[in-house]
């Protein structure tokens, strides 16, 4: 599932006239990156949630086959937060374990590197602290994630779930980080250490910096 229902306050005014997950970097569009990366996981079935916008990007993906997947949309008018929009759409996703993909990152972490499925109700991955988050947000331990520690990375908005976590959520509006933060508690949630590439697309300025840097690659092979 790639969540894309969101408004992006903080990237006004590009977001006004366009959702978040169609602003460009390297010429592409944001959730193109996800597509393609999850189509080279062997992965073919995707769930994109919608509110914002969201006919935009129903009319630019489609159905999905001209990039080798099958995909389909939780429509939700107005945007549930993270929890509420994949209790939303579990219908769609059945009932294995499922990854889910925040529309707003760009990253080179492999979704094959996941687990086939979490030994508890999540497996998350982790990223060191950015500049814009240095307190970070959970900490591993010993492959375990613990809610607070001294020592907290940052989530990715990339991680893999058991439909079980959201039964019981009463239908609305509801966040993902408390939910998550009581599963700790009985050290159901697992999570790993990504190192490599990853930005969080939260303001213009971040957006021009990753679209500089991919300008670059391109430009030396």
Known sequence: MILAA????RMRPLTDATPKPLL???GKALIEYHLENIKQAGI???VINLAWLG???ESQL??????GLCIEYSREGEALETAGGIL??????????FIVINGDIWSNYSFDALPPSPTGLAHLVLVNNPPHHPAGDFMLQAGDLLPSGPTCLTFS???LYRPELFVGLKPGKTPLGPLLREAMHDQSITGEHHTGLWFDIGSPERLQELDGLMTRWAQHG
């Open 62 to 67: 489609g159905d999905g086959s001209r990039y």
């Open 157 to 159: 908005g990339m991680g």
């Open 44 to 46: 073919h079935d995707v």
């Open 6 to 9: 969101g408004r992006g306050e």
């Open 24 to 26: 460009k970097v390297g």
């Open 88 to 97: 939303r759409a579990l219908p769609l996703l059945g009932d294995e374990p």
């Open 55 to 57: 006919e935009q990007i």
